[in-house]
C-alpha cells in the first residue's frame, strides 16, 4: 500500500494514575473526559498504550498497525537493530510527588523481566514556584544504609533534592534513583519500556485501598548508589544516547519564523510539540499544529518546513557505533554461541549441549540464558548489539522465522525466531547451517575475496550453501538450495531423504566408507581409506570413482550458478590437494565452455567449526 500521507498526527493514549493533575487537558487539549489525567503516551507502540492516528487513510488505526502495513522500512534503517519500537514518548502532569523509582539496566531487566531496561530523558516543560525533584544521591551509601532508610522510611535524607524551573533538562541513566515532584510538567523520552521498581510511596493507596506495591530487593540489586552528576555532555543536542537523540526547535514568529529539516532514511523523526503552533509541510502536504500535538514523519520523506511560533522537541533514532552481532550455531550435539566484532573476529564463545532430551523451547530458552550471560561476562551490554543470527540444520522458513522440520535435532514446526526474541529483543535472522557456514567462509575464511561462493561439506551427508553476491541464495520457496540432493545417477543409491541416485549417496563419508566396505569387507575411516589408495588396488579405484562422481556433482553445480571459487569442507575435505588437483582437471572437462569459459578455483575451507557463528553473524549484515 502507498502511503497516502509523508506526515501523521497522533493521538494518545490516556493515564489516570492517582498523582496525576487535569492540565494536559485544559493547557494542551488532550480528550479526556475523566478526573485525572497523569500521562497522555505521545509517541508508542508499548501494547500496555498505543498511541493512535488521527489523519490520513490510517486514521482510527494504532502506530504499530501502520507499521505492520507499511513495513519497518517507515522507521528506518537505525531502528533494524531493534527487535521492537524502540522509544516511548510521554507528557506528564505531575500534580503531587511521584513514588521514588528507579528502573534497571538491559541486562537486568532482560534476564528478569524479558524486556529491555530503561534509560530516559525529562524536559520540563513547567514546574511551580517551590517544586523540585529527586535526582540519585547526595553522597555515595552503601546497600546496608540503603535497605535501611527504605524501611525506616528516611530514603529522602539522602537523596539529591534538586529545584527545577521550565527548560531544564535531566538524562535519568538506568540505576539512577529518581523521583518526580508536585507540581511539575515533564515531557519524557524514554526507552520503550515499562520496568519500574517502587522504592518508597509515602504510604500511598492505590484505586484499590490497598498500599502501593514496593518492589525493595530488586530496587537493591540494580540501584547505584554513587551520586549522579548532571552534565552538559549531550550537548549540541538535548539529549543523546544509544536509543534516542532529542534536539530542541525554537521558533519565536518575528526573527526566525521558518526552519527547514530533512528526514532521511536512517530515522523517523517524531516532532512533539510543547509550545505555541504553525504548520509543517513535506512533499506538498501541509498540516498545522498546535500546543500538545505529537508528529510522526516516516523515514526517508526527505525535507520539511515548519513555519510559526512554537517549541518542539525533535527526537530521532541514532545509528548504533560498530556493533557486535551473535553468531549461533546449532548442531545435533552441541550449539555454539559467539560473540562477533565487524572484522568477524570471535571475541567470545559458549558451547552448549543441544538436546538431552529437552523440548526446544527449553533449549532455545538455555541459548538465550547463556547469551546473555556471555555477554554480562564480557561487559557487553545488549544495546551494543546490532542483532542475531543463527544457523539451524534442516528445512527452514527464513522469512518467517520457523524451523520446519530437522532430523539432525528432531524439531518440527519450532517458531525459533519469536522464542529466541523472548530473551534476546533485538533482530533475530535465521539460516540452514550449511548456508552459514557458507557464508563465514565467503565473510572470512577461504571465499572471503569473492563475492560468489558455492561451499560443499563432505561429512555424514553432503550439505551445501550458495553465496551470490556476497549473500546467501535461498530462492524464494522454503528449504533453501540442497545441493547434497541433485540426482547424479538415475536408480542409483538409496539415500537418506529416500530418493536414488543423490550426491550424498555417494559422495559423503557415509557413501565412501560403505563402497570402502563393500571391496574389502571392513570398516576404515575415510582417512585410511585415502591412506591405503596411494596403491594400485580396489580402494584406489573406489577413491578415483569417489572423486569423480563428486567432479560431476561440481561439474553440475558450476554450470548452474558460475561461481568464482568451489570451496570444500567437512572431514574429508582434510585430504586437500589429493581431491582438489583432480577436481580441478574435471571441471576443465565438464565445465560448459571448458577451458574458453571461467573455471572456478576449488580449494578447502579454513574456518573449520567457526565457520558457522561466523557465517550466522553475517546474516545480520
Not at 541459548?367 to 545488549?382: Q, Y
Not at 539451524?392 to 530437522?406: A, E, F
Amino acid at each position: 500500500m502507498q502511503k497516502e500521507r509523508s506526515i501523521l498526527k497522533l493521538k494518545p493514549s490516556c493515564k489516570d494514575y492517582l498523582w496525576g493533575g487535569h492540565r494536559l487537558v485544559e493547557e494542551y487539549g488532550k480528550e479526556y473526559d475523566k478526573a485525572v489525567l497523569a500521562e497522555s503516551w505521545e509517541l508508542s507502540c508499548h501494547p500496555d498504550g498505543p498511541s493512535v492516528i488521527e489523519n490520513g487513510i490510517y486514521a482510527g488505526k494504532t502506530l504499530r498497525q501502520y507499521i505492520d502495513e507499511e513495513g519497518r522500512e517507515v522507521l528506518g534503517r537505525n531502528c533494524r537493530s531493534f527487535c521492537d519500537f524502540p522509544i516511548l514518548i510521554k507528557l506528564i502532569d505531575a500534580k503531587d510527588k511521584l513514588s521514588i523509582q528507579v528502573h534497571p539496566d538491559n541486562a537486568y531487566a532482560l534476564k528478569k523481566e524479558g524486556q529491555y531496561g530503561k534509560t530516559e530523558m525529562w524536559y520540563v516543560m513547567d514546574a511551580g514556584e517551590n517544586a523540585f525533584l529527586y535526582y540519585g544521591f547526595q553522597r555515595e551509601i552503601s546497600r546496608e544504609e540503603l535497605e535501611r532508610r527504605i524501611y525506616d522510611e528516611t530514603l529522602t535524607e539522602v537523596l539529591n533534592a534538586v529545584p527545577v524551573q521550565k527548560g531544564d533538562v535531566f538524562f535519568i541513566e538506568a540505576g539512577t534513583i529518581h523521583a518526580i515532584g508536585g507540581d511539575i510538567l515533564i515531557a519524557e523520552i524514554q526507552q520503550n519500556s515499562n520496568v519500574t521498581y517502587r522504592v518508597y510511596d509515602y504510604g500511598r493507596t492505590g484505586k484499590d485501598g490497598k498500599t502501593r506495591e514496593l518492589h525493595i530487593k530488586e530496587a537493591l540489586e540494580v540501584t547505584n548508589r554513587k551520586p549522579s552528576v548532571k552534565n552538559s555532555r549531550c550537548l549540541p543536542h538535548v539529549a543523546a544516547c544509544d536509543y534516542f537523540t532529542v534536539d530542541k526547535l525554537n521558533l519565536d514568529g518575528e526573527l526566525i519564523k521558518r526552519v527547514e529539516g530533512r528526514v532521511l532514511e536512517e530515522s523517523f523523526a517524531s516532532i512533539l510539540v510543547l509550545e505555541g503552533a504553525g504548520a509543517i509541510s513535506s512533499q506538498g502536504e501541509v498540516l498545522t499544529f498546535k500546543k500538545g500535538d505529537s508528529l510522526f514523519i516516516p523515514a526517508g520523506s526527505g525535507d520539511y518546513t515548519i513555519e510559526g511560533c512554537c517549541e518542539a522537541l525533535v527526537t530521532t533514532i541514532p545509528g548504533k557505533k560498530e556493533g557486535i552481532r551473535i553468531g549461533i550455531d546449532i548442531g545435533g550435539t552441541d550449539t555454539k554461541i559467539g560473540l562477533i566484532d565487524k572484522q568477524n573476529k570471535i571475541i567470545a564463545r559458549e558451547t552448549i549441549k543441544t538436546n538431552g532430551g529437552r523440548t526446544p523451547e527449553e533449549i532455545v530458552r538455555e541459548i538465550g540464558e547463556k547469551t546473555l550471560e556471555l555477554l554480562e561476562r564480557e561487559e557487553i551490554g545488549i544495546e551494543e548489539c546490532s542483532g542475531v543470527g543463527v544457523g539451524v540444520p534442516g528445512t527452514l522458513d527464513c522469512k518467517n522465522g520457523v524451523v520446519i522440520y530437522s532430523n539432525n535435532i528432531k524439531w518440527e514446526n519450532v517458531a525459533i525466531v519469536r522464542e529466541l526474541e523472548r530473551y534476546l529483543p533485538i533482530p533475530v535472522s535465521i539460516a540452514n547451517d550449511a548456508d552459514c557456514a557458507a557464508l563465514g567462509e565467503a565473510a572470512a575464511g577461504a571465499g572471503k575475496r569473492y563475492q560468489d561462493v558455492i561451499m560443499l561439506t563432505l561429512g555424514t551427508g553432503v550439505g551445501g550453501g550458495v553465496i551470490l553476491d556476497g549473500r546467501v541464495y535461498q530462492g524464494k520457496g522454503i528449504g533453501g538450495c540442497e545441493l547434497g540432493h541433485m540426482v547424479i545417477i538415475e536408480d542409483g543409491e538409496l539415500c537418506t531423504c529416500g530418493r536414488r541416485g543423490c550426491l550424498e549417496a555417494y559422495c559423503s563419508a557415509t557413501a565412501l566408507i560403505r563402497d570402502a566396505k563393500r571391496a574389502v569387507g571392513k570398516d576404515m575411516t575415510p582417512k585410511e581409506i585415502f591412506e591405503a589408495a596411494d596403491e594400485a588396488g580396489e580402494l584406489k579405484e573406489i577413491v578415483d570413482l569417489y572423486i569423480r562422481r563428486l567432479g560431476v556433482g561440481i561439474a553440475n553445480i558450476v554450470n548452474i550458478f558460475r561461481p568464482q571459487i568451489v570451496l570444500l569442507g567437512g572431514g574429508i575435505s582434510a585430504q586437500g590437494s589429493v581431491l582438489t588437483k583432480p577436481l580441478c582437471e574435471i571441471l576443465k572437462k565438464s565445465c560448459f565452455g571448458g577451458e574458453r569459459g571461467d573455471i572456478p578455483e576449488i580449494a578447502i575451507a579454513e574456518l573449520g567449526n567457526d565457520a558457522g557463528m561466523i557465517g550466522a553473524a553475517n546474516l545480520l549484515d
